[in-house]
């Protein structure tokens, strides 16, 4: 398995951008689907996108599509989520994980989250 660690989170305006990082430590980082969720206070959480080990394949939830991009850069061991037009909706802690299968379970590899939080 990967540790993760996730940072970029923060507090910005609607309509603002913010972009989150997701670092794995370990040499098997490019064998990994890397996926983002988040959870919002009270709310369960839920998946915000994945892509693919290569990078060539990323699939995005209706409700971020359009706004969010998720990029990897193998040589470094990171995963990106850059989030544009955010919406107060977007408030939530975000959290990346390393699945060798899609869907992930809590058997696999989460970062500790980072919080996002958008104000109108």
């Known amino acids: 398995q990967v540790q993760l660690a996730e940072s970029g989170g923060g507090s910005v305006q609607a309509g603002g951008s913010l972009r989150l990082s997701c670092a794995a430590s370990?040499?098997?980082?490019?064998?990994?689907?890397m996926g983002w969720f988040r959870q919002a206070p009270g709310k369960e959480r839920e998946f915000v996108g994945r892509?693919?080990?290569?990078?060539?394949?990323?699939y995005y939830a209706d409700s971020v599509k359009g706004r969010f991009t998720i990029s990897r850069v193998n040589a470094k061991n990171t995963v990106y989520l850059q989030m544009n037009s955010l919406k107060p909706e977007d408030t939530a802690v975000y959290y990346c994980?390393?699945?060798?299968?899609?869907?992930?379970?809590?058997?696999?590899?989460w970062g500790q989250g980072t919080q996002v939080t958008v104000s109108s």
């Open positions: 994980v390393a699945a060798l299968t899609w869907p992930p379970s809590n058997h696999d590899s």
């Open positions: 370990g040499r098997t980082f490019s064998s990994y689907v």
């Open positions: 892509i693919s080990w290569s990078g060539g394949l990323t």
